[in-house]
Nanobody, 120 residues
């Protein structure tokens, strides 16, 4: 059974940075693409970023392009989301998931989420 555990969330001031981590277990991590989504209070879950199994291809939502970077370390079974120049509108619960694309239906396994709060 695939397990995904996010960490690294917290409270940060606008303009600050955070790095989220997602540790995977249960099957061959390096064989699967991964993604990050987020859900703000009262809003639908939305796509943030995705990365191919090798790490050679990445894809971002327009709202985070140029500020966030997704990466992975297959030796550590971990995917990361480096978030810079954070804005209050980035406040949300961030989820990692196994799959590919920008739609939730394209992802099979999800973590429990980690809260990111950006104060103005």
């Amino acid at each position: 059974q695939v397990q995904l555990v996010e960490s690294g969330g917290g409270l940060v001031q606008a303009g600050g940075s955070l790095r989220l981590s997602c540790a995977a277990s249960g099957r061959t991590f390096s064989s699967y693409a991964m993604g990050w989504f987020r859900q703000a209070p009262g809003k639908e879950r939305e796509f943030v970023a995705a990365i191919s199994w090798s790490g050679g291809s990445t894809y971002y939502a327009d709202s985070v392009k140029g500020r966030f970077t997704i990466s992975r370390d297959n030796a550590k079974n971990t995917v990361y989301l480096q978030m810079n120049s954070l804005k209050p509108e980035d406040t949300a619960v961030y989820y990692c998931a196994e799959g590919a694309g920008s739609l939730m239906d394209e992802y099979d396994y999800w973590g429990q989420g980690t809260q990111v709060t950006v104060s103005s």
